[in-house]
């Protein structure tokens, strides 16, 4: 029998929520990439000139991360910041 990952149902949904939203991103950038383009996903991140338009981004520019090593960083700190707190 493989071992148990008990994890609170609130951390849960944010490591799915995370992993989700950083992978539409990574999508959205790699599609959107060519050699001399610098791609922004502004309804996601968080682009000063752009919050007003798109205001849910103050909420979904958390858990979007652009880099593996952060990426890594955040997933650590919801999985064992989530436990102890829930």
Known sequence: MPPRL???PIT???LIVLFS???LSAAIRY???TKDSDVVVPYLTLVPQLSIVYPWVFLTA???ESNVFTFGITG???YYGGRYLE
Request: charged letters at 10%.
């Open 76 to 78: 650590i700190t919801i």
């Open 31 to 33: 599609k959107q990439w």
């Open 12 to 14: 849960r949904i944010l």
């Open 21 to 23: 939203q950083s992978a």
């Open 62 to 64: 958390m858990l979007v």
């Open 6 to 8: 008990n994890i609170p």
